[in-house]
């Protein structure tokens, strides 16, 4: 049996995942992304790039490279009835840096800042590796268990996100509720926000008035990164 320590273990490498865990590793903060698949070239999961995670992408001075790889760009969006075509979109008015969206599959995206992470000594992936259950100590979590080709991993750390979203194998978890990850894991500090999925955020983060907003723009990620460093 493998065991590893890292300061924050992030179970799921699809966007969510992966792009906390660059966040993490990027300021500095000891990470291991488990993912239960070998690659990221399993299933079609979307191809387009919005203007506002574009411009995240600039914010993290990834937007000039993101941008060299294959991909299509549209900047306006059209509806057609018979003869008739009508104009519902057009992004070039936008006041991002990217005014398009970008066509290009997810398991690019995904390779993308895989590549991108990897530059930072605080980033380890780990593919086929599946988290199966929480090490539990005095009620706290305290790590995960995977299981991987070689056997077993364990992974020791202060926190553990769940990202393993929209099919995710509950096993590893099935034993929890939210209020048993919600405390105690960040200094003891708790939250009480209002989480449409509690069961799949395990991390205890102090919640400010407007920052399931900033969640769902992808900012709060960074907040979190800031937070562990
Ligand atoms: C048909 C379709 C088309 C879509 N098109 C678009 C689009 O064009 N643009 C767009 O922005 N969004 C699109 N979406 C939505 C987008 O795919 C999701 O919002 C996004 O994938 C969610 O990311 P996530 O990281 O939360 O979860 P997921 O992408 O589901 O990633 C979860 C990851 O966790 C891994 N995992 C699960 N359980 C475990 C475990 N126990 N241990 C380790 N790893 C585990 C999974 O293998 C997976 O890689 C589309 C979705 C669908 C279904």
Excluded at 110 to 125: H, I, K
Excluded at 177 to 189: A, E, F, M, T, W
Aim: aromatic fraction near 8%; glycine fraction near 8%; include cysteine.
């Amino acid at each position: 049996m493998e065991k590893i320590q890292a300061r924050c273990c992030v179970v799921g490498g699809g966007p969510a995942g992966m792009m906390l865990a660059f966040l993490l590793a990027r300021a500095g903060v000891g990470v291991v992304l488990l993912e239960k698949h070998a690659d990221f070239l399993r299933d079609f999961r979307g191809d387009t790039v919005h203007p506002s995670t574009l411009e995240l992408m600039h914010e993290l001075g990834l937007l000039g490279d993101f941008l060299q790889r294959p991909h299509q760009q549209l900047e306006r969006l059209a509806v057609q009835i018979g003869d008739t075509r009508v104009w519902v979109a057009d992004f070039r008015r936008l006041p991002t840096h990217a005014k398009f969206i970008v066509f290009m599959p997810q398991w690019n995206f995904l390779n993308f800042l895989a590549e991108r992470a990897t530059a930072y000594p605080e980033f380890q992936l780990r593919m086929q590796t599946e988290a199966v259950g929480l090490i539990e100590e005095d009620g706290a979590v305290k790590g995960v268990r995977a299981k991987t080709p070689n056997g077993e991993l364990t992974v020791h750390c202060d926190l553990v996100v769940g990202s393993d979203g929209r099919q995710p194998s509950l096993s590893w978890r099935r034993h929890t509720h939210r209020k048993d990850y919600c405390k105690g894991h960040l200094n003891g500090k708790t939250s009480e926000a209002p989480l449409p999925k509690p069961s799949e955020v395990l991390c205890s983060i102090p919640l400010t008035e407007n920052s399931w907003s900033q969640l769902k723009s992808g900012l709060y990620l960074s907040s979190l990164a800031q937070r562990l460093a």
